[in-house]
């Protein structure tokens, strides 16, 4: 009797009531799938030929459009940067030694127009190329001449 006395207050000291056991627990989760009722995820329906065709034509026609819309645009823009040159009055300059298109261009500093539009009306205005020789007498507009 001693022995089973002893067992059982191994078992029972007092602090199995301190201890916190860990209790197995099930989760039920509900919509899943058995082996039998898997299925694969449902593919988007593809496009026929005629519907591919379709869609390309569409896609290459906007492009289009958009092309031809940005070069009439570029087209008006430059036109009307041409003729506000055209407009204003004209002087001549005496053309330096290192003196570039670019530069003159550039200290004329006309409002609201591109360079590289001074420069194009410049050389077209006077029929040069790039090249510039000092003592050579260029036709610029005078309205913004510094």
Known sequence: MT???????????????????????????EGGLSREG?????????????????????CTLVIAVLC???????ALGAAARTQALDQLPERTVVVDDGDTLWGIAESLGVDGVPTRDIVSWIAERNGTGAALVAGQTLVVPSAVLG
């Open 3 to 29: 022995a089973s006395t002893m067992i059982a207050a191994q078992a029972y000291d007092g602090n199995a009531a301190l201890e916190t056991r860990m209790r197995p627990h099930l989760v039920l989760i």
């Open 38 to 58: 898997a299925r694969r995820p449902a593919r988007p329906a593809r496009l026929s030929l005629g519907q591919r065709l379709c869609a390309a034509l569409c």
């Open 68 to 74: 031809v819309a940005s070069l009439v645009t570029d």
